[in-house]
């Protein structure tokens, strides 16, 4: 898990030409997509110079240079995106016109409608149910530098799904824009145009991924998991919150609860590739928040973790480190205080992490039970104001 999504290891490139076709409509263009897959590695071998890191990325990997694999840090999309081109730029590769993040469990959701498929090349039948340890198992195990597997896996797997889906019918390949839109809206496919039109009409839309304050009381926890492993296939989380409003004092208290059911502390490939969550947390809290107050604790010992804390977004950034051991849970709690202005409605807003599917929450404001999966971002508003 990354800001926006999970770990982009690998990119694939789409090419449209166009042509009219003049003995129809010379309204009407014919589209011919040239598709090619790569190891996001390759176009950090190109980099030349350093690149100096977010302080937890130098932390947890020691490289002493940025790269585009870590690149996706900023949980704005839009920020993100300018600096994934600048690396592919930088890397000898093209600053595309569109660039999107698409996850895995997007294209589990299109497989469905697929079916299942042949990839001759590795006497293979792919489906929902297999294609993620197929393709760990094939573009991971006995990796080395310099190595084209996962560039030859993917460029195989790609191709033959395409040719599937050429082939579906008109009903089927509705259902597939449709998950494809739902995903867009609801934030787990990112996308970034470098059309400012278009870019501005995304972010009018709210499918941009911009992070901003959605409320008086504005909340988001974003999670990124630096472990050097694919711990959040085994992690579930649930979290609640406890807002009380004393005349125009009001107190948010959140509790969130890991759970990891990781059979072991590190990956054992192929069988499994979970292991210890070793996570970089930020929330975002209102830039007003005062008495910030937060603790954790897992399996084992309680504490509190060491913080940093900085304006970002109009909000205020609360970074720290926290594990989640294997086979055990973790809690993290996080309390601040707001003053509400007289006369004034509470309002609550409760942003998504990109590419998160759903999160599930539980709010209770003074007595005043709601609840949420979290599958896009939450609003409330009160109907009372303060004083009256």
């Given at each position: ?123 293979a039948n792919l489906t929902p149910d297999n294609l993620y340890l197929f393709l760990q198992g094939k573009t991971e195990t006995n990796f080395f530098p310099g190595s084209t597997q996962k560039k030859d896996t993917l460029t195989a797997v790609g191709l033959a799904l395409i040719k599937k889906a ?223």
């Amino acid at each position: 898990m990354r800001a926006n999504g999970g770990f982009a290891g690998s990119y694939a490139k789409i090419i449209l030409s166009t042509k009219r076709l003049e003995f129809l409509n010379p309204r009407v263009l014919e589209f011919s997509p040239e598709f090619t897959f790569q190891d996001i590695y390759v176009p950090n071998g190109q980099l030349a110079g350093h690149v100096v890191p977010p302080e937890p990325i130098q932390q947890a990997f020691q490289h002493g240079t940025w790269e585009l694999a870590n690149a996706d840090w900023e949980p704005d999309f839009p920020t993100s995106a300018k600096n994934l081109r600048w690396f592919f730029e930088k890397g000898n590769e093209i600053n595309p016109d569109i660039l999107s993040i698409i996850n895995l469990s997007t294209i589990k959701q299109i497989l469905n409608i697929v079916g299942s498929f042949p990839v001759p090349e590795y006497s293979a039948n792919l489906t929902p149910d297999n294609l993620y340890l197929f393709l760990q198992g094939k573009t991971e195990t006995n990796f080395f530098p310099g190595s084209t597997q996962k560039k030859d896996t993917l460029t195989a797997v790609g191709l033959a799904l395409i040719k599937k889906a050429q082939g579906l019918s008109l009903l089927q390949k509705y259902r597939i824009a449709h998950i494809l839109y739902t995903d867009l809206v609801n934030q787990n496919i990112m996308i970034h145009s470098n059309n400012l039109s278009f870019q501005t009409l995304l972010e009018q839309k709210k499918l941009a991924g911009v992070l901003s304050p959605g409320a008086f009381d504005t909340y988001s926890l974003v999670e990124t998991n630096l472990g050097a492993n694919k711990a959040n296939q085994f992690v579930t989380r649930s979290t609640t919150h406890q807002i009380s409003l004393a005349g125009q004092n009001l107190r948010h208290e959140v509790t969130v609860k890991l759970i990891n059911s990781s059979p072991e502390a590190n990956p054992n490939p192929p069988i499994h590739y979970g292991g210890n969550y070793v996570a970089y947390f930020r929330f975002y809290v209102p830039a007003e928040a005062k008495d910030i107050s937060l603790t954790w604790s897992d399996a084992t010992s309680s504490a509190t973790p060491s913080t940093q804390i900085s304006p970002k977004y109009g909000l205020s950034e609360i970074g720290f480190w926290q594990t989640t051991p294997a086979g055990a849970e973790s809690t993290i709690k996080l309390s601040y205080g707001l003053f509400l202005p007289l006369h004034s409605r509470y309002s609550l807003s409760l942003l998504k992490q990109h590419g998160l599917i759903s999160s599930p929450q539980t709010i209770n404001i003074s007595g005043k039970a709601l609840s949420t999966l979290l599958r896009n971002d939450f609003y409330y508003s009160s109907n009372k104001k303060t004083g009256d």
